[in-house]
Structures are given as C-alpha cells and as structure tokens.
C-alpha cells in the first residue's frame, strides 16, 4: 500500500507499506460433520418439496402461460437491470460488487423461495 500526505509546505511525502493478508484454516470434525448434515437437509427438503407437486395443475400453468412468463420476466430482466441501476448508483468504484448484485438480483432465492412458499402455504406449483 503507497501513502502519500502533504505536510504544511505543501511537498508530497510517500511511504510504502507491506500490509500482509492470510486466512486461518480450521478444519475440524465438528465443520465437516455441520456441512455434510447441512448438506443433506437441503436435498432432502427440496426432494419433498417436488413430492408436492402435482402435474395437473403444472400443466394448467403451463397452458396458460401469463403468470409464470411475468415471473420469468419480472426475475431475469427487471431485477437484474435494477440491481445494476442501484449498483452504479451506490457502488460506482466497485465494479465487482456491482457485478455481485447483479448475479444476486438474477438469483435472489434460488430454491429457498420454494421453501418459504410452502412454509406461508402458498402455491408451490407457480413458484417452481
């Protein structure tokens, strides 16, 4: 890192400094075992989540089709273009967390949204 200051006769004066960056890795039985448990929760969950279901009335949706291409629309082309709007407002000199929010705004949920559809009893069919 360079830092550069201006004393009171207005000369520039810089140093540079060695600013080091690790990361402390801890692996430890109780992580794994919190991962691989987490991990087949999810899959289980969303397994019973496709349980619920039904063709019929996927069919019906699919058939008539406005609801689920507003959703589409709405989720791959408004949120996106918001999330850029907000990220060039807010984060003009970080164009990686621009990009971040972008991808965030494509995918808010993910499955997850499933999950809270089904927990509030809402209709799971139009949210898959």
């Known amino acids: 890192v360079k830092l550069t200051c201006t004393d009171r006769k207005l000369e520039e004066k810089s140093n540079n400094f060695d600013i080091p960056v690790g990361r402390t890795v801890i692996d430890s039985l109780v992580s794994y075992v919190f991962q691989k448990v987490i991990f087949v929760a999810i899959v289980f969950s969303m397994f019973l989540?496709?349980?619920?279901?039904?063709?019929e009335i996927v069919r019906s949706y699919l058939a008539t089709p406005?609801?689920?291409?507003?959703?589409?629309?709405?989720?791959?082309?408004?949120?996106?273009?918001?999330?850029?709007?907000?990220?060039?407002?807010?984060?003009?000199?970080?164009?990686?967390a621009r990009y971040g929010l972008i991808i965030i705004g494509c995918s808010p949920g993910g499955s997850f949204s499933n999950f809270w559809t089904a927990l509030w009893d809402a209709d799971v069919n139009l949210s898959v």
């Open 66 to 96: 406005l609801a689920p291409a507003a959703g589409m629309f709405c989720q791959f082309v408004c949120m996106p273009v918001m999330a850029y709007v907000i990220g060039y407002v807010f984060l003009r000199e970080k164009v990686y």
């Open 49 to 55: 989540l496709g349980c619920e279901l039904k063709f």
